[in-house]
């Protein structure tokens, strides 16, 4: 889906703190997840070149400049959790902590929709690798 199908005009817009949604914003070489608070659009997406909704997914106008202000400190908060993940220098891990953190966010049924695509570009990692740990660890859940 293009971002401009899901945020007219790109206005700043919010994830819905009050769901359990949020948005895989694809960039040219990479992929960011904004979830529940993180603004979206606007000047933090110009370089969007897609998005996958995610979840219980709500787009809300901030209603405050302080609103605006905690939702661009949300969306790095997000940046930063998924930058720790990516840290970690073996991608089996890194496959492992991303479908761990989406799975507890979300829930097995939602993750299991997520293409490995998307979580591969989250993570600095190739999509096989993410078919692999969700094949081994289905089998051990």
Same mark, same amino acid.
């Given at each position: 889906?293009?971002?401009?199908?899901?945020?007219?005009?790109?206005?700043?817009?919010?994830?819905?703190?009050?769901?359990?949604?949020?948005?895989?914003?694809?960039?040219?070489?990479?992929?960011?997840?904004?979830?529940?608070?993180?603004?979206?659009?606007?000047?933090?997406?110009? $370089?969007?070149?897609?998005?996958?909704?995610?979840?219980?997914?709500?787009?809300?106008?901030?209603?405050?400049?302080?609103?605006?202000? *905690?939702?661009?400190?949300?969306?790095?908060?997000?940046?930063?959790?998924?930058?720790?993940?990516?840290?970690?220098?073996?991608?089996?891990? =890194?496959? =492992? *902590?991303?479908?761990?953190?989406?799975?507890?966010?979300?829930?097995?049924?939602?993750?299991?929709?997520?293409? $490995?695509?998307?979580?591969?570009?989250?993570?600095?990692?190739?999509?096989?690798?993410?078919?692999?740990?969700? *094949?081994?660890?289905?089998?051990?859940?």
């Amino acid at each position: 889906m293009l971002i401009n199908e899901l945020i007219p005009n790109n206005e700043l817009l919010l994830v819905n703190p009050r769901r359990r949604g949020g948005l895989i914003i694809f960039k040219r070489y990479h992929a960011e997840f904004a979830g529940p608070g993180a603004a979206v659009g606007g000047q933090f997406d110009l $370089d969007c070149q897609e998005v996958l909704p995610v979840g219980n997914l709500s787009l809300i106008p901030p209603e405050s400049a302080d609103e605006r202000q *905690r939702a661009y400190l949300i969306r790095r908060q997000w940046i930063r959790l998924i930058k720790e993940i990516t840290e970690n220098h073996d991608p089996l891990q =890194r496959a =492992r *902590r991303i479908l761990e953190q989406f799975e507890g966010f979300f829930n097995r049924e939602t993750v299991a929709q997520i293409p $490995d695509e998307a979580l591969a570009l989250l993570v600095g990692v190739f999509p096989h690798t993410i078919r692999i740990w969700r *094949r081994d660890f289905g089998k051990s859940a």
